[in-house]
C-alpha cells in the first residue's frame, strides 16, 4: 500500500520553512509577535509560494496520469509490470529512509539558520560535505544491492514463476542506480527550498514522472517492462539537471568534513523521525510481499488503482491540512480555543469535499477505470478487478481524510511522538487482520486492501480519541453535523449520477474512448451540480465558500 499517514509531515516550522516563512517560525521559537508588515510580508509570500508548489502539484499529477495510461497501454496489469512495481519498492524505501524523510525535517531547517545567520560559507562548506557523504554511502548501497539482488526477490517474490524473478533482479539492478540521483535531488531541493527558489524544486516530481513516460513510449519495443525502468533512472537524473541552473551563487566544494557542527544538528532533528519511516516502510515492504504472494498480477493491480485513489487524497487532504498548518502552528502557542476552531474549519472543509469525492469514486470507479486504462494490453478483467481494488480502498481514503488533520494538530503542538506510536499501532492492526484472514482462509488481494482500511480507521479513530481526551474535543458541533449533511448531500448526488449512467447504457453510447468518456463525464457533471446545489440548501459553509471563490476567480 502506498498510503501511509505517519510520513505526511514531520514539523509545523518544517512545513513552513518549506514554504519560505522562516519568519513565522522565528515567532513560533521565540514567541515574540510579529508586527502588521511582517505579517503582512509573510502572507504575501505564502500565497505566493503555495501556488508555485500547487501548480507544481497539478503538473506532476496530470504526468503521473499520463505515466499510468501509457504503462496500461504497452503493459498492461500483467506479472512483468507486477515485478517493476515490486522492483521499485526497493530503493524508494532506500531513499525515504535515507534521505526523504530528511528534507523537511531537518535539511531546511538547519539550511535555512545558516541563512538566517549569514553564514553562507559555511553552509556551503555543509552542503559539499552532505553531497561527498551521500556519493559515498549511495555508492554502497547501489553495490550492495547489486550483490544481494536474487536474495532481495527471493524475499519479495517467493511465489513468482522463475522468469519473473529473474526480471525483478534485472530491473532492480537498473532501478538502483536511481537511489544517488533521488538523494542528490534532494540535498539540492532542501538548498533550493532553503534559499527560497521554489520553482525548479516543485516540477522535479513532474520531471520525473515524464522521464518514465518517455522511457515507456521510445524502448517499449525494444526492452518490454525495462523500459519503465530506464525512464525511471532517466527521470531521476533529470531531476537533479533541471535544478542546477538555480544554484547560481552557490560555492561548495565535494569534501569529508566530519567535525562540521551542522551534521550534528541534522542528526538530531531527524532522529525523532527516523523510527516512525522505518515502522512504516517496513510495512510497506511486508505489504507488498504479501500482495505479491497473492498472485502476479496483484501488485500491478493495486498500484493502478492506488494511484487514482491518491487523487482526492491529495488534491483535497493534503491541501488543506498544509493551508491549515501555519495557523495551527501559531495558535498552538498563543490560543487553544483558536487552534481547536482552526482545526475544526479544516475538518469541515474536508469533510464538505472529500465525501463526495469518495462517493462518487465508488461509484464510477468502472467507468473511470475503462477510460483511462483499458487500451492496449489492459483487458477487460483488469478493468473488473483494478476497479474493485479501488472501490475498497475509497473506505480508507475516508478515515484518512479525518487523521491527517488531526496528525498535523499534534505535529503543531511540537509532539510527533504520539502520531509515530499510533502509526506503529497501526500497522499491528493491519498485521493482525491479515494475520488473521490468513488462518481461516488463502489471503487475496481484496482482503489485504481491507486490512489496510482497518490500519486507517484505527489509526484515525485513535487519533480522534487522544484529541479528545488531550483537548476535550473540537468545542464546535458544527464539525461533526458537516459530516452528517455532506454524506446525506453525496447519496442523493449518487443516486442521480447512478441513474444518469444507467441512462446513458439504455440508450447505447458507442464504444471506444467517446462512449467511455461520456460514461465518466455525464454522470459526473450531474453529481457535481446535485451536490453543490444541495449544499447550498443544507447550509454548508465550505462548499458555499469554494463556490464563491471560484466565481470570484473568473468573474462569473
Not at 532492480?172 to 542506480?177: A, D, E, T
Request: positive net charge; hydrophobic residues 55%; charged residues 10%.
Amino acid at each position: 500500500m502506498r498510503l501511509r499517514t505517519s510520513e505526511v509531515y514531520n514539523t509545523a516550522c518544517d512545513g513552513w520553512q518549506a514554504l519560505g516563512l522562516t519568519v513565522q517560525c522565528a515567532h513560533l521559537m521565540s514567541e515574540t509577535p510579529l508586527n502588521e508588515t511582517q505579517l503582512a510580508e509573510e502572507t504575501r509570500g505564502l500565497a505566493r509560494n503555495a501556488s508555485i508548489i500547487a501548480l507544481g502539484n497539478v503538473a506532476s499529477r496530470a504526468l503521473g496520469l499520463v505515466r499510468d495510461t501509457v504503462k496500461s497501454h504497452y503493459f498492461g496489469a500483467t506479472g512483468a509490470v507486477s515485478a517493476y512495481e515490486l522492483a521499485v519498492i526497493v530503493p524508494v524505501t532506500l531513499y525515504d529512509l535515507l534521505i526523504g524523510g530528511m528534507v523537511s525535517s531537518a535539511l531546511v531547517p538547519v539550511f535555512s539558520s545558516y541563512l538566517a545567520r549569514q553564514q553562507r560559507e559555511e553552509l556551503w562548506q555543509l552542503v559539499g560535505t552532505l553531497l561527498a557523504i551521500l556519493t559515498v554511502v549511495m555508492a554502497a548501497f547501489v553495490g550492495l544491492i547489486q550483490l544481494a539482488a536474487p536474495s532481495i526477490a527471493a524475499f519479495m517474490a517467493p511465489t513468482y514463476s522463475p522468469e519473473l524473478r529473474a526480471l525483478f533482479i534485472q530491473l532492480l539492478r537498473v532501478l538502483v542506480f536511481s537511489l544517488f540521483f533521488l538523494s542528490l535531488s534532494a540535498i539540492l531541493s532542501g538548498l533550493l527550498y532553503a534559499l527560497k527558489r521554489f520553482t525548479l524544486p516543485t516540477f522535479t516530481a513532474a520531471l520525473f514522472n515524464l522521464g518514465i513516460v518517455v522511457g515507456a513510449l521510445a524502448l517499449h519495443r525494444q526492452l518490454g517492462v525495462v523500459a519503465l525502468a530506464v525512464g525511471l533512472l532517466c527521470g531521476s537524473a533529470l531531476q537533479v539537471i533541471v535544478q542546477l541552473p538555480g544554484l547560481r551563487g552557490v560555492q561548495f566544494s565535494f569534501r569529508l568534513n566530519w567535525r562540521h557542527s551542522g551534521l550534528a544538528q541534522i542528526g538530531r532533528l531527524y532522529l525523532p523521525i527516523i523510527l516512525g519511516l522505518i515502522i512504516s516502510n517496513l510495512a510497506v515492504l511486508i505489504s507488498a510481499k504479501l500482495i505479491a504472494a497473492t498472485g502476479e498480477q496483484s501488485v500491478a493491480w493495486n498500484d493502478y488503482a492506488t494511484s487514482l485513489m491518491q487523487f482526492p487524497l491529495g488534491l483535497v487532504v493534503t491541501a488543506v491540512s498544509l493551508a491549515i498548518l501555519p495557523t495551527l502552528s501559531q495558535k498552538a502557542v498563543t490560543s487553544e480555543a483558536e487552534f481547536k476552531a482552526t482545526l475544526a474549519q479544516g475538518l469541515k472543509l474536508v469533510a464538505a469535499l472529500i465525501i463526495p469525492a469518495v462517493v462518487g469514486m465508488i461509484l464510477l470507479a468502472r467507468p473511470i477505470n475503462a477510460l483511462i486504462y483499458e487500451h492496449g494490453t489492459f483487458t477487460a478483467l483488469d478493468t473488473e478487478v483494478v476497479s474493485l481494488v479501488l472501490r475498497v480502498q475509497m473506505i480508507g481514503v475516508f478515515f484518512a481524510a479525518v487523521d491527517q488533520p488531526l496528525i498535523f494538530a499534534f505535529y503543531a503542538r511540537k509532539d510527533t511522538l504520539t502520531p509515530a506510536l499510533v502509526g506503529m499501532a497501526g500497522v499491528g492492526t493491519y498485521l493482525l487482520i491479515a494475520f488473521v484472514i490468513s488462518r481461516l482462509r488463502p489471503i487475496t488481494l481484496i482482503d489485504l486492501v481491507f486490512a489496510n482500511d482497518g490500519q486507517l480507521a484505527a489509526h484515525a479513530l485513535v487519533m480522534l480519541a487522544l484529541f479528545r481526551r488531550r483537548l476535550g474535543g473540537f468545542g464546535n458541533p458544527e464539525v461533526w453535523l458537516t459530516f452528517v449533511k455532506a454524506g446525506l448531500a453525496s447519496v442523493v448526488m449518487a443516486g442521480l449520477a447512478w441513474g444518469t449512467l444507467v441512462g446513458i447504457q439504455f440508450i447505447g453510447m458507442p464504444v471506444g474512448l467517446v462512449g467511455r468518456f461520456f460514461n465518466v463525464a455525464l454522470p459526473g457533471l450531474v453529481g457535481i451540480v446535485v451536490y453543490f446545489w444541495l449544499a447550498a440548501r443544507f447550509h454548508i459553509g465550505e462548499v458555499n465558500l469554494a463556490v464563491s471563490l471560484i466565481r470570484k476567480k473568473f468573474n462569473v
